[in-house]
């Protein structure tokens, strides 16, 4: 992945936390994670989003932030290229 740290942001009312997890931020091939909190069951999101195919790589649910982020991070490093 690279050196860039998970920054928060606000998308549509929704806390979110992105990660890029490549310097081609700008490429239809980029990647990055998105970790949020659903608003039903309280549940932390993941989520590897694209721009290619289907939009998402890969997601899950974990019960607390920090282990969404983890979660997510694993994931992204399994597929290779991150």
Do not use: P
């Not at 806390?15 to 909190?37: K, M």
């Not at 790589?57 to 490093?77: D, K, Q, V, Y």
């Amino acid at each position: 992945m690279t050196d860039v740290s998970w920054r928060e942001v606000h998308d549509d009312a929704v806390r979110c936390w992105i990660l890029d997890l490549d310097g081609a931020v700008f490429s239809v091939h980029h990647r990055r994670l998105c970790v949020w909190q659903d608003e039903f069951n309280l549940l932390w999101c993941w989520e590897i989003e694209t721009y290619d195919g289907l939009g998402c790589a890969a997601r899950g649910t974990a019960s607390s932030r920090e282990s969404a982020m983890r979660e997510g991070e694993l994931a992204a490093r399994r597929q290779g290229g991150s």
